[in-house]
Each structure stands twice: as structure tokens, then as C-alpha cells.
């Protein structure tokens, strides 16, 4: 399970590290957009290892339930920000107005994976070993 936190957390810093890196080179332009696009990939894949390895097993275990309940309701109340963040400056390409957008979407990102790592991996972790 170890492992598996680690790889999820490395996809954190891929994620945050392609959108900062689309923020240096500017959202108006071709790589900053493609960019956007590798951070959106890397988000999608990262929720879909969360959903196998973390969420499913916390939902098993009676114990853990609530907290998967509680943090994959969380994601669920944030992902409509990230996917219309996403289609207006990919595909609507709104250009470098989007820089504040990117800021807060990175202020939000960098909050609910401080949470995950501190709270949600440890605690799958936990319900692993007590298994």
C-alpha cells in the first residue's frame, strides 16, 4: 500500500508542476494550453488510481467508510470547478485571463492534496494493516 501512496503522491507534484509549468509559459499560448491539457490528463488518471486504490478499499472496511464518503464527496463538489477550468482555457482558449483562475485552481489543488496526504493515504494505510 506504501508504494501506492508514493505513486499517488508523485502524481500530485506532476499535476501541480505541469500547471505551474503552463502558467510560466502563458495560457494564451499553444504550449501553456498544451499543457493545461497533459495537467487534465495527469488529473484524470490520478482520480481514476484513487478511485482503485484508496477509495474502494476505505469503503469496504466499516471503519474507514465515512472518510471515503467524506473526501470523495469533497472531490466530487470540486470537479465541476476543474472541468470548467479545463474547457475554458483549453478549448475555449480565453488566453492569459485565465492567470487567476490558474492561481486559485492552484491554491485549491495544493489544499485537497495536503488533505490526502495527511489524512485520507495515512488512514488507508492504517485500515490496511488493521485488516
Excluded at 508523485?10 to 494564451?28: F, P, S, T, W
Amino acid at each position: 500500500m506504501e508504494n501506492k501512496i508514493d505513486l499517488l503522491k508523485q502524481e500530485h507534484v506532476a499535476i501541480l508542476d505541469a500547471l505551474k509549468e503552463a502558467r510560466r509559459i502563458g495560457l494564451g499560448t499553444e504550449s501553456g494550453r498544451q499543457k493545461l491539457l497533459e495537467a487534465k490528463e495527469l488529473f484524470r488518471a490520478h482520480l481514476h488510481h484513487e478511485e482503485e486504490q484508496i477509495y474502494a478499499e476505505l469503503r469496504a472496511n466499516p471503519a474507514t467508510r465515512d472518510i471515503a464518503k467524506r473526501f470523495h464527496g469533497d472531490m466530487q463538489m470540486l470537479a465541476p470547478t476543474l472541468a470548467d477550468f479545463f474547457k475554458t482555457h483549453i478549448e475555449d482558449g480565453t488566453g492569459e485571463t485565465g492567470s487567476s483562475d490558474l492561481g486559485q485552481l492552484l491554491g485549491l489543488l495544493q489544499a485537497r492534496f495536503s488533505k490526502e496526504e495527511y489524512l485520507l493515504y495515512p488512514t488507508a494505510v492504517r485500515g490496511q494493516t488493521a485488516a
